[in-house]
């Protein structure tokens, strides 16, 4: 220890801010020996509150925040005093012990308390509250934290902390250690929440080389699916080498050789897309992850398989047809959306595209009305439960999700419905086609059977799909499939400046704010530049100003939504302001810096089909149990139960990006919309947006940030093959 190094023993009473991925940590402490809570800096790796510390570090002094402890190395220890074992034990650390119980078996146990639970775990029946099936789980969690421990001080000593070792632990059980030492990259793909920087450092510290080919591997695939994460199907093979040296640091050749062996492997697939193989170029060849190539393949081959087969609906006169629905419809058909009902009588495969306001669903109940009177085979389905609720209410027809149209199965991690059990269907209706990925067209292909009518609705010009792919778009501009364009904004939909604005920022033009409004009472733009007067703004307008003026309810009618996470008006500060003014009181239960309370509105973060949540599904906390350290959340209704160390799955959500809303429609929305948003500032981001709110639309931001949006028509580039794909197969010359 040098000389200006010094030792500190405490235990974490509060967590003010934690990085999941570097681990950077800020902590109040309780040490021994001092009166206050000291505050400790560092990288801690996902600390728990009530973890004992010991740590090696020094003094600093930092000029706005005061005396802090810089942590330099520390590892976890149980402690040994009374008030110790209380706050270890009531931390959440042993399940079926909460901060009650643990001050109940220390008030009865005193210093004896350990060896009780060690030694004579039935004397816990002595306590008020413990029965025979507590002390048992009791037991077994005890059991269990000690070969926890072991893992936590084999993972600190590697530069990771506790709430990764229960995890670690719950995935690969006794097996652990070896697991990690086998091949410490695994982390990163089969544990939530541990990045490959993580896993790296953990490595690096095992003793893998830099240019290891293991370290290599990982780390291409690392950056594979973060380029599916932004929406990419393939990379090219040449970008994709600079940005993997550049992660790991090593020469190109090092990521090629890595490469061709995930390739050789089938890892990987690397497509040549050069129509001249006499002028080879690295930027035209393709790699894909193979998940993602045979699922790019599927849905081509799906989609001409589909085309090409006979209809099992029965034969439909379209002009009969037509006449007969006219006089069952409270309004005439405008021409486009005649020709779409002809067109889905006519055809195997039909896109129906268009705004708000167009038209749409009042065409998917026209074609429901006429099919239901040949046929009741007919499903309809959409991305999102909010969506095929939406669907549903709109039609009468039951609607699903595609997720639970296709059987989803928990145990076998796979969809029932497939090519050997297809859907039982002669008309299948999807809407919102532009949410759909790759992956789940792939699957939805697979399930549509050959004699099937498959008609995708949705707006092209939203953003695209959170997974990757662009699978709407590339199928309209792939000209293979038909489609009808719906341009034309019906009288009752003109009342609304929702909808009127939306297709204004979609031709590139201002919206009416303002004294010019001269319609509907729903779109509002508060000009501001100063950020915090913005995030001072938005609070106001949810929990005082829009439920007075309009009648909403704040926590379930009103929804922020936010071009970006980080910054003064991101989603992550957003949602820390909103959840004080909304739903103030203490958080009942913390992760890393996200505190929750009962009520709160909240969103899953990655698709979990054990528990059958998927990635931007929002819910309500119901119920927090410290002692059984559980979290219970509402997703319309149906139950679902989190472990505390499973809280990284969920953030608080009454600030969401726009990105996450998709599919989604919310009473009232408010949008801030800055220059510092500039990066991400285009126009189908600021139009998808707009187009979420039904009643009311709020804009808070600067003019000028409104303007560089609406102006900037380049859509992100994401590199698909399935255009390509589709007109290739279309013509014959396979996938």
Known sequence: MSAMQTSLRGQIERITYTNDEDGYTIAKVRVEGRSEPVTVVGNLFSPMVGEVLEMTGEWSRHPRYGEQFRVERHRSSVPASVEGMRRYLG??????????????????????????????????????????????????????????????????SHGMGSAHAAKIFKRYGSRSIQAIRKNPYRLASDIFGIGFLTAD??????GVSRDSPLRAGAGILHVLRG???????????????????????????????????????????IEDLNENPQTCHGDHMAVYLAGYHRAEIGVAEGLVRLARSPKSLRPIDASKAMAWLQGRLPIRLAPGQRQAVKWVLDHKILIITGGPGTGKTTIIDAVLKIVSRVSRRILLAAPTGRAAKRMSEATGFQAKTIHRLLEFSPKTRRFQRDRERPLECDLLVVDEASMIDTILMHHLTKAVPDGATLVLVGDRDQLPSVGAGNVLRDLIDSGVVPVVHLNEIFRQARQSLIIVNAHRINQGKMPHTGSDRGKGDDFYFIEQEDPAQVLRIITELAAKRIPRRFGLDPMEDIQVLTPMHRGLVGADNLNAALQDALNPGPDAVSRGSR????????????????????????????????????VEVLYDGRQVIYEYEDLDEIVPAYAVSIHKSQGSEYPAVIIPLLTQHFV???????????TRGRRLVVLVGSRKALAVGIGNNRSVERFTGLRRRLVSTWAGGGA
């Open 680 to 690: 991400m500032l285009q126009r189908n981001l600021i139009y998808t947006a707009v």
């Open 91 to 156: 931390s959440g650390l042993i399940k079926g012990i909460g901060p009650v119980m643990a001050r109940r078996i220390v008030a009865r146990f005193g210093a004896r308390t350990f060896r009780v639970i060690e030694e004579e775990p039935g004397r816990l029946s002595e306590v008020q509250g413990i029965g025979r099936k507590r002390i048992e789980t009791i037991s077994r969690a005890w059991e269990e934290q000690k070969e926890i421990r072991d893992v936590m001080v084999f993972l600190q």
């Open 201 to 206: 450092r953990v490595a690096r510290n095992l």
């Open 595 to 630: 505190g929750f309370r009962v009520r709160d509105r909240v969103m899953q973060l990655r698709n979990n089909y054990e528990k059958d949540v998927f990635n931007g599904d929002i819910g309500r906390i119901a119920r927090i149990d410290p002692e059984t350290r559980q």
């Open 227 to 269: 380029l599916a994460d932004e929406g990419h199907v393939y990379y090219p093979y040449e970008r994709l080498i600079k940005r993997c040296a550049a992660l790991l640091e090593v020469e190109d050749a090092v990521v090629r050789d890595a490469l061709g062996r995930a390739a050789a492997e089938g890892v990987v697939v």
